[in-house]
């Protein structure tokens, strides 16, 4: 679909590989089935055997990091990941309210699809860079958990937007509350992003449609969430 960026789904849930002139980057490293996924996105683009050299996490959902312990220790990648997610990557985060069925069934997960803990190599911040592919910035997009950020290139006026929303032709919406750590931090999420300079999304959940189109139904999505007040 792009030139230097590769787009892959696993178990519902979508990452993203990143290239430039050093090699390869990871945004998150999907769920079920991650890693096959990727072994094969990577010899259809003809990017297998090229060295992986960083991953950058976008939270600390169990479908977004799930392989990123294996697949660092296999490439000896770095890891960089929001600061307030650092007990997800240890397996130990604490849920409250209806969050609590999400941190049950993580549990079980963790145990069953054979998780490895982790310890970044940088925790990330609001505002932090990322000298890679054409330049990255934390944003960070509390909600969905403490340290949920997305990462926008000011290049290409991209937000990889994690899940700040899914984005689904029928049906785009917000991550609903079994999943979130405080949903009433996301609609201001929401507006802050949108106050980027932004041609497009790219979100960890949803079809297959281009950036400018998953922006549009985001901007669509907050003026309805503003007419429900």
């Known amino acids: 679909m792009w030139e230097d960026l590769l787009q892959i789904r696993s ?7 990143l290239r430039d002139s050093k090699g390869l980057y990871l945004i998150d ?41 294996r697949i660092a220790e296999e490439t000896g990648a770095w890891i960089a990941a929001p600061r307030l ?3 997800h990557y240890q397996g130990d985060a604490s849920y409250r309210g209806a969050a609590k069925v999400t941190g049950m069934l993580e549990s079980m997960g963790r145990a069953l699809l054979g998780f490895k803990k982790f310890t970044p190599i940088r925790f990330l911040d609001e505002g932090d860079t990322l000298d890679v592919w054409h330049g990255l910035t934390v944003i960070h997009l509390p909600g969905h958990t403490a340290g949920h950020s997305g990462l926008y290139c ?8 994690a899940d700040l929303f899914a984005s689904y032709r029928f049906f785009p919406h917000l991550p609903p509350a079994i999943f979130n750590h405080d949903g009433n931090q996301i609609p ?12 497009g999304v790219l979100p960890n959940h949803g079809d ?12 669509e999505m907050k003026r309805g969430m503003w007419q429900q007040k």
């Open 188 to 199: 201001q999420s929401v507006a802050k992003a949108l106050k980027l300079d932004l041609l």
């Open 85 to 87: 997610d650092a007990s």
């Open 29 to 69: 490293c999907g769920f079920i089935g991650g890693r096959h996924a990727l072994s094969s996105a990577l010899k259809k683009r003809g990017w297998f055997g090229e060295r992986i050299i960083g991953i950058i996490v976008t939270h600390g959902h169990l479908d977004h990091i799930l392989n990123v312990g």
């Open 11 to 17: 178990a519902g849930v979508i990452f993203y590989v």
């Open 154 to 161: 000011a290049s290409k006026k991209w937000l990889f937007s």
């Open 208 to 219: 297959d449609a281009p950036p400018e189109v998953h922006l549009q139904r985001l901007i």
